[in-house]
């Protein structure tokens, strides 16, 4: 029946095909002919394409229903043995196909006419409807929207020639309107959310879905209404039209909100002593000691996940604003009393990203973050500074330059705020300076730490290192463990800096595993117990297995444990953490797939494998009393019983 | 299956005019059923609502036994159908016209329509658009035979016939179907030709259908008695089914239906001069069920 009804359809529409077949050859012939004027070259298909796929594309659907009308056909074609619904779905296919041909016509012209795809492939839309726009692809969308103008009013009257003429002038009126309507949608959709609004997506996306509004409506009016009564049938077919539009649009609107986002991917987790805060692609996420799961708290798209947690806060930047920048947020842990602290909107400055930033002080009470300088004349300043401002709102206070020798006319710094200092208030930075138009390999010296006082905005240079430098605070803010070198090949220092003086306490001078082996890869993974007094670290010596060791403040001793065979992991990814009381040192191997726990005195005490199916790079964090486990791979977070050795997945 | 088609409840309105108000009927095979009614009483607005030409407003269609709805399709396969006006595409040819019908129907007798096409004098390689309304009407009646249906729907047709044809058509062609099996309704309002073939009579009214019986009955129990009074005929009779009258002076002419014995008592207790009574013919029941009274 389809086959038959199809076969009819085509040959009916076999004028139109030969009309449509001299128009593109004539064009051809000109565009070869004429091809060689400059203005006539993008004239021709230009001119082509704008009027004969809309027209085609009308045509065609004009004449869908031409032949009854014509012939007063209607009681034939209804009373024959074949659902209504064949009937219409030979109609369209057979326009579509006919249009569809023409494209793929067209597209085979590209290909072998010389010259035609490089004009045809330049042909864009004025900046003002959408800087860039290939035309083509668009008017492709356009003939079919057309089209399915064209095939629904055609059920309306048997004069194709108003349809056509109709369905041109109703067709380019919505397109005018649906390209406004998706500007305000982007507008509206700027304010509301982060992120780009994908507004020719959304006019795209409406002008298929209008198309298919419009199609929906006719077979719904050719299956429902009566067409001996051509009031009713009108009357149909237009609130059906006026429905699925309405839908249409609405979806369109809605598309940039509804689309999938990409999959939500595990980040870092930020612990401090019992808080833990994680980040994911999608938001972040509180532990909940009790329960041993992670709780959302914060629902936002993240193009940068950058938070810090300290006195029951968290510290967050959103993604876009209005302008472009970010957005730092202040919340409570459990999610509660959400705050906006700074926005691009507000005053000339732009948060901006450096590393190390944002923080939050222990207390909760302030936090610090890097933001540009913003103008009309300039909205981006491109040089970064650091500012402050209260978790209550209030209190922002642009900080003072940094060292003009690390940050002055004409050099540029690479800083990186390395923790929150203790009383008073201040800042840990570790920095070194770049010469003017360096690049970011080019070997730069010396490194410095310094420390920047909030209250007094004063810099003080706590230690210059003519080599690399690795520093790390404990949670007190007073004293930080100080790997040093003098050069790339000598031995390393180890050192305890006090954050308040800058005097050093010499703990150990090791040499390198090998010739060359940089700072970083000789002592590696620091970690400071909970309490401030007991630093570890795993040593790699030449010839040794790598050495867990332990600095107590206390005792003012270094304890040094038995070697671990740990299979060496080129991409660092082993890793040393306090568990459990804080007098155990976890070390993972993530080649043995296992978990070393060792005691007070650094022996062994017990070997701990990762669940089954973690087979990647994983890492472990400890909160409280529990040990969680970060399995990137497998997008899987595990918390480890401690008493019996048992992981249970959490994420 | 005794009951081809049935039909309960069936309305339909034009806007605010109601054309058919609760029609119900059923066809059964091997009969030839006739549907009269004045022209635009709803004939062709029922026919078109059983072939789901046009909706229904309400009411139930069964095509042998199972409901057909608006959207339905397959029953039709069933039924050959002629409709009043030519509806063919007018660029085919007649034999193209034949050969993407037949398409439609797993029925389909091809020879039966190439004889029909010898038989009623249409040239196969003809354009339909080049077809009189009649040559066409031969056409439509040529598919509609070739289908091999099981219900022939006749939509006033004849009267676009000439009449060796329409002679043709009505006393061997229809007679022949009705023999094999199939059924007939025959919508009309030229009922003298109805009157030799049809079985059974429907007569609508109204938007109602006001006659559902079996000539035979209906040639048996309609009768026309005329009454002679002496002085002009009284205005109220009291003398049973009265389905038309006519004053002729002092005469009364009265169409009965159902004629009895009872009523025939009536008509000698009226103290009339005299009375004549006969039975009527198709035509004359015809006119008295639709016929205002004058």
Redesign the interface.
Known sequence: ?FK?LLI?EWK?KAPLVAFGLGIMALMLAAFLVLGDDQDLRELIPATFLIFFFPVIGAMLGAGAFE?EF???????L?????????IWLAKLVASLSILAGSWLLFIGLLAVAPGLEEVVSGLKLPDMLGSGLALFPLILLSSLFFLSIAFSLSILTDKPLSVVFGSLFLGFVLEGVLFVFAFLAQGRAMLTQSGRFPMLGVFNLGLVLSSLAFLAASLLTW???????S?IKTGALARWCLLFLAAAWALSAAWPALRPGPKEEIGSIEVVGNEAVLSTSKGLYHYELESGRFRKIVRLRLDWGCSAVGGGKVLYVAGHDLQGGFELWVANTDGSDKRLLWGSGRGDMSVSFWPGTPRISPDGKTAVFAYEETSETSPRSHVRSLASIGTEGRGLKKLAPLDPGLAGEGEQSATIIRGWLGSPDGLLMWARPLKAGSGPRTVRTPYNVWRYDLASGAQIKLFESPGSVSLVPNPAGNMALLISEKDQAGPIDISLLDLKTGTTTPISTIERPGKGTPLWSAIEHSAWSGDGDRVGFLIHREGHLPTPAVYSGKDRRLVMGPGIRLQESPDLSNGLAWIGDGTKLAVTAVRDRSIYVLGPDLALEKTVPVPPSVNGRFRVWPVGAAVLLTDQENQAIWRLDLKTDKWKRIW | MSELLRVERLSKA??RRAVLRDIGFTVEPGKVYGLMGRNGEGKTTLI?TI?????RDAGVISFKGRPVT????????AIG?V?E???????MSVAGILA??G???PKWDAKKAASDVERFGLDPSAK??TLSRGQQLKLAVVAALAAGPELLILDDPTSGLDVPTRRDFLRDIIGELARGGTAVLFATHLVHELERIVDHLFILRGGRIVLDEPYDKVKILARRAVISFDGPPPEDLDIGPIIGRRRMGQDLELLLYPWSEEVNASLRGLNALRFEVEPLSLEDIFTGFVQDER
Do not use: H
């Open positions: 029946m038959t009819k009916d032949s014509r012939d007063g056909a209607w009681t034939y209804l009373s024959r043995p074949v659902r209504k619904e064949t299956l429902k209404a009566d067409f001996s009564q009031r | 034009f806007g078109r072939m789901g030409v046009i909706p608006f959207a339905g399709a397959d029953y039709k396969r159908y409709p006006n030519p509806f063919f595409y007018g660029g993407f019908n398409r439609f129907f339909v658009r």
